[in-house]
């Protein structure tokens, strides 16, 4: 079945900088675009970057364009998240996710908090 594992969340001052990573198995990860999405307390879940198939095409929210990175390795079926200058209105859980075959998949997800 489709899995996806995050891992590099932590407590991070502002200013700092992270990178998650996600690993996929179950699937043919080179054939899909992922997407990096994260929840706050209180708040719904929200898209905070995508990345095509190829790696060709990335798509920011206006609130992490500039700062954050979104990358794959189709070699290693795996997806970063490289974040900068982050902010402590940049604490959430991160997920990962997929849409395949008129399925959305997410996993665990990673405690992201930013403070001083």
């Known amino acids: 079945q489709v899995q996806l594992v995050e891992s590099g969340g932590g407590l991070v001052q502002p200013g700092r900088s992270l990178r998650l990573s996600c690993v996929a198995s179950g699937i043919l990860f080179r054939y899909y675009n992922m997407a990096w999405y994260r929840q706050a307390p209180g708040n719904q879940r929200e898209l905070v970057a995508n990345?095509?198939?190829?790696?060709?095409?990335?798509d920011y929210s206006k609130s992490v364009e500039g700062r954050f990175t979104i990358s794959r390795d189709n070699a290693k079926n795996m997806v970063y998240l490289q974040m900068n200058s982050l902010k402590p209105e940049d604490t959430a859980v991160y997920y990962c996710?997929?849409?395949?075959?008129?399925?959305?998949?997410w996993g665990q997800g990673t405690q992201v908090t930013v403070s001083s």
């Open positions: 996710n997929v849409f395949r075959l008129g399925e959305t998949y």
């Open positions: 990345i095509t198939f190829n790696g060709g095409i990335t």
